[in-house]
């Protein structure tokens, strides 16, 4: 099993440059399933989800090859078969795409209920409306989600989702995109990841308009052909170094990102004191004197984004004032909170409220990750508290950012990676 150890309490200088984001990846990887041609696909973030994701769909029969650390090829004209297996679909929250790229490609699909993060009820029905409006029958039994069509091809659809969700957006796009006829999906979400998978679908011969808008329109086509594409970059992993240097002080140049998919969380840091320059595709970003109290609700794109709610909140334990967090995406996001108050910050939790009174400081002490961005959050705490920490559980933290320790270890920090006896399930980290 793995830990970091961070002797903290130093301030952050240099450049930071930002891998593909995650869960832009893991949409593209499984739509290419849809694909009856070959897809080159570059700036994949090393990250587990992401090999995981490649294991899969090997397992169906895809023919990956590597062609270099951020770029695959995958070959799905030779798939031979719509089930997945229970045992590596139901550790990853995305695998809920399997569904709609094998129901849109084959007609049927069998895959394992969705793992992920753990941050209260992550229900499906939104997925499963759209699917059935299209004309699928959909059971969930025995830990699987069976879904069929009668003729083996779904038909396009007007579909308004009740709540605005990432993944059924997604979803309902890979299935529409072979479907017979136009498909309308109305209150969609707009997150960047939406528009990058509409993006890629278009380039390998999809006919979708209006991702990035609440109303995307999908004409369905008969065949996807080959093609190449580049994931864009990670918003939140860009967003979670912004918070570092935010939370230690010092310099850094956060390299290869979109400041549009940026402002969001740049506009909140500003708020709070630090200093933000705006490039092409930087963002300098420096903190000198104490940083101000703010308040922030995380929201669907544009809005401020949930999966920055444990880094913005660990930054506020060091600001002057009292802020307010309120999450407005998940029920229950605030379990890494005990964590923080270890290192001395104090915060109370009120079901989807935070209160964060500002400390002067945060002292080093034994931490442990609950899931990916809670590990995130607790990294950015042991960089800016006085003296040890050692976090554990950071499994989760590798499921979602590349070579975290080696970036952090290049902007002058001192963490390390260290073994520790232990039970060392890789897999396991797919359940936070
Ligand atoms: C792999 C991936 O991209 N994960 C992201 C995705 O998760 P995910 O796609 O699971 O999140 P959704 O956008 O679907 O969920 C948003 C809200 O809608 C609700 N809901 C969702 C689907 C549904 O069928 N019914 C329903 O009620 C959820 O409970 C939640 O309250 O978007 C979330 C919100 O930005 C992020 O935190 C996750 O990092
Ligand atoms: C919650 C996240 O991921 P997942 O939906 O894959 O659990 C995340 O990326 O912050």
């Given at each position: 099993?793995?830990?970091?150890?961070?002797?903290?309490?130093?301030?952050?200088?240099?450049?930071?440059?930002?891998?593909?984001a995650?869960?832009?990846?893991?949409?593209?990887?499984?739509?290419?399933?849809?694909?009856?041609?070959?897809?080159r696909?570059?700036?994949?973030?090393?990250?587990?989800?992401?090999?995981?994701?490649?294991?899969?769909?090997?397992?169906?029969?895809?023919?990956?090859?590597?062609?270099?650390?951020?770029?695959?090829?995958?070959?799905?004209?030779?798939?031979?078969?719509?089930?997945?297996?229970?045992e590596?679909?139901?550790?990853?929250?995305?695998?809920?795409?399997?569904?709609?790229?094998?129901?849109?490609?084959?007609g049927?699909a069998?895959?394992?209920?969705?793992?992920?993060?753990?941050?209260?009820?992550?229900?499906i029905?939104?997925?499963?409306?759209?699917?059935?409006?299209?004309?699928?029958?959909?059971?969930?039994?025995?830990?699987?989600?069976?879904?069929?069509?009668?003729?083996?091809?779904?038909k396009?659809?007007n579909?308004y989702?009740?709540?605005?969700?990432?993944?059924?957006?997604?979803?309902i796009?890979?299935?529409?995109?072979?479907?017979?006829?136009?498909?309308?999906?109305?209150?969609?979400a707009?997150?960047?990841?939406?528009?990058d998978l509409?993006?890629?679908?278009?380039?390998?011969?999809?006919?979708?308009?209006?991702?990035?808008?609440?109303?995307?329109?999908?004409?369905?086509?008969?065949?996807?052909?080959g093609?190449?594409y580049?994931?864009?970059?990670?918003?939140i992993e860009?967003?979670?170094?912004?918070?570092?240097?935010?939370?230690t002080?010092?310099?850094?140049?956060v390299?290869?990102?979109?400041?549009k998919?940026?402002?969001?969380?740049?506009?909140?840091?500003?708020?709070m004191?630090v200093?933000?320059?705006?490039?092409?595709?930087?963002?300098?970003?420096?903190?000198?004197?104490?940083?101000?109290?703010?308040?922030?609700?995380?929201?669907?794109?544009?809005?401020?984004?949930?999966?920055?709610?444990?880094?913005?909140?660990?930054?506020?334990?060091?600001?002057?004032g009292?802020?307010m967090?309120?999450?407005?995406?998940?029920?229950?996001?605030?379990?890494?909170?005990?964590?923080?108050?270890r290192?001395?910050?104090?915060?109370q939790?009120?079901?989807?409220?935070?209160?964060?009174?500002?400390?002067?400081?945060?002292?080093?002490?034994?931490?442990?990750?609950c899931?990916?961005?809670?590990?995130?959050?607790?990294?950015?705490?042991?960089?800016?508290?006085?003296?040890?920490?050692?976090?554990s559980?950071?499994?989760?933290?590798?499921?979602?950012?590349?070579?975290?320790v080696?970036?952090?270890?290049?902007?002058?920090?001192?963490?390390r990676?260290?073994?520790?006896?232990?039970?060392?399930?890789?897999l396991?980290?797919?359940?936070?």
């Open positions: 099993m793995t830990n970091y150890v961070v002797h903290g309490g130093k301030p952050l200088f240099g450049e930071v440059e930002i891998s593909g995650k869960n832009a990846a893991v949409a593209i990887l499984p739509a290419a399933l849809l694909v009856d041609g070959v897809c696909i570059e700036n994949i973030p090393q990250i587990s989800d992401v090999t995981l994701f490649l294991k899969i769909l090997e397992e169906l029969g895809a023919g990956i090859r590597t062609i270099n650390r951020h770029a695959v090829e995958v070959d799905c004209r030779r798939i031979r078969r719509a089930r997945t297996s229970y590596m679909v139901r550790r990853i929250r995305a695998s809920y795409y399997l569904i709609g790229a094998l129901l849109g490609r084959f049927q069998e895959v394992a209920m969705p793992g992920g993060c753990n941050f209260g009820v992550r229900p029905d939104q997925h499963i409306k759209g699917f059935t409006a299209m004309g699928a029958k959909v059971v969930v039994e025995g830990g699987f989600i069976h879904a069929t069509t009668e003729g083996g091809r779904l396009g659809a579909i989702l009740d709540v605005v969700s990432v993944g059924a957006t997604m979803n796009m890979m299935a529409a995109a072979l479907a017979q006829g136009n498909t309308t999906i109305e209150n969609a707009k997150e960047p990841h939406i528009v509409a993006n890629f679908l278009n380039s390998m011969g999809a006919n979708i308009r209006g991702a990035g808008t609440d109303t995307i329109k999908i004409q369905g086509v008969d065949h996807l052909r093609g190449s580049a994931i864009i970059p990670d918003q860009a967003g979670t170094y912004m918070a570092a240097v935010s939370a002080g010092g310099q850094v140049l390299k290869n990102i979109i400041p998919h940026m402002d969001c969380i740049t506009a909140k840091l500003q708020e004191g200093q933000i320059e705006e490039q092409e595709d930087t963002l300098l970003v420096r903190r000198t004197g104490r940083m101000q109290k703010a308040n922030v609700k995380t929201m669907p794109y544009p809005g401020f984004p949930t999966d920055m709610q444990p880094q913005i909140t660990t930054v506020l334990t060091l600001a002057e009292t802020s967090v309120t999450e407005g995406v998940w029920s229950n996001r605030y379990r890494y909170v005990d964590e923080l108050k290192l001395g910050a104090n915060i939790v009120d079901e989807k409220t935070a209160v964060v009174e500002g400390v002067d400081h945060l002292t080093g002490a034994p931490i442990q990750a899931d990916l961005r809670a590990g995130a959050a607790l990294v950015i705490a042991a960089l800016a508290a006085e003296g040890t920490t050692e976090i559980g950071v499994q989760y933290i590798e499921r979602g950012y590349e070579d975290m080696g970036k952090l270890r290049a902007l002058g920090a001192d963490i990676a260290v073994e520790v006896p232990g039970d060392s399930e890789e396991e980290a797919h359940i936070g």
